[in-house]
């Protein structure tokens, strides 16, 4: 016999489910995945060649459990570009943003309690908390994708989760949240009863706006979550980490595994925070791409979400087969955009100037086919 999952006794609540995919197709322009699409530079690759030369030298022993100088230079770049002071004491970090979502709902979600995400947003989130047995509640957003703050304080009344997201750039439509609205979401949060509230900000360097980081002082229940995945152009390092209270610190430490950051990792996003100013060069660069697909995408016809992200949402597709069929006739032209299910709508990536230029391509020869 030759068992499949369902013949394996897997917690019920799993069972039937779908793992996180995005399709990793091998075609000419990809632009699916939010990341960044410029290489590293050469000086940054050999930094990094001789750090981890030198952490393989005492790879027979475990790794700094505390990833003590990697908190203190990720403190030292939040606290360098936002100009609110973070100490190390109020970082974590771990193998992607990702795994610091896991380990905050480890800790404060769990059997028994719940976290609630306007939706749609980063599906993760909803995955993560399935994973760590915290129930899921879908949050509204309008029809626009912005929050309605009164729909939203209601959902909260109601629901009385344990944590909040509040994904900011939201993922996969691109717009922000303004800092009111995160402000009035903490406080109406905690009128309820004691909260955690979640900002991601994995793309929050590609933002026309601010970090809401300094909303850290005074509120030990709000956490900023980062990424190194987009902006530091290092989705394959795996660096992601937070900013909060330390006593959020201290909390997590009980759910981390030892040991969770590997030297390898730890000598890897030191290279990387020494060249903080080429990377975020880059920034600069998608950011105008990004505003380009915008204004772009509009000329010809689409409708276009806001965005602070190095992504656009765009639409709408609502012809036979909806965006599903219209994100295969973008394939077929060789370029991967995301489907992520929203119905009438396809996200896009900003990648160099000439996988934009053929997506626009697409994106035109897309739209007179449909207009025929
Ligand atoms: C909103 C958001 N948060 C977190 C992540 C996770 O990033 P990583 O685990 O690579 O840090 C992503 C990745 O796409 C994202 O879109």
Known sequence: MNPGIDDLPVRDEL????????????????????????????????????????????????????????????????????????????????NGSNEVLQQLLQTFGGPGRTALGFEPSYSMHALIARGTGTGWISGPRRPD???????????????????????????????AVPRETVLALHDAAQAVKPTMVVVDEAYVEFSHGDSLLPLLEGRPHLVVSRTMSKAFGAAGLRLGYLAAHPAVVDAVQLVRLPYHLSAVTQATALAALEHTDTLLGYVEQLKSERDRLVAELRATGYEVVESDANFVQFGR????????????????????????????????????????????DAARELKKEQSA
Request: net charge negative; proline share 8%; no cysteine.
């Open 15 to 94: 069972r039937g489910k779908s793992p996180y995919g995005a399709p990793q197709l091998d075609v000419p322009v990809r632009l699916n995945t939010n990341e960044n699409p410029y290489p590293l530079p050469d000086a940054l690759v050999d930094r990094i060649a001789e750090r981890v030369r030198e952490a393989a030298k005492h790879l027979n022993r475990y790794p700094d459990r505390d990833a003590v100088e990697l908190r203190t230079r990720l403190a030292a770049y939040l606290t360098d570009t936002t100009g609110y002071a973070v100490s190390r004491a109020g970082v974590w970090a771990a």
């Open 145 to 175: 994708f912005t929050i309605d703050l009164r729909a939203a304080e209601d959902a909260l009344a109601e629901h009385r989760p344990d944590v909040v997201f509040i994904t900011t750039p939201n993922n996969p439509t691109g717009n």
């Open 317 to 360: 597709f609502e012809g036979p087969g909806g965006s599903h069929a219209a994100w295969q006739r973008i394939l077929d032209r060789g370029v991967l955009v995301r489907d992520n299910g929203i119905p009438g709508w396809l996200r896009v990536s900003a990648g160099t100037p000439e996988e934009n230029d053929a997506f626009l």
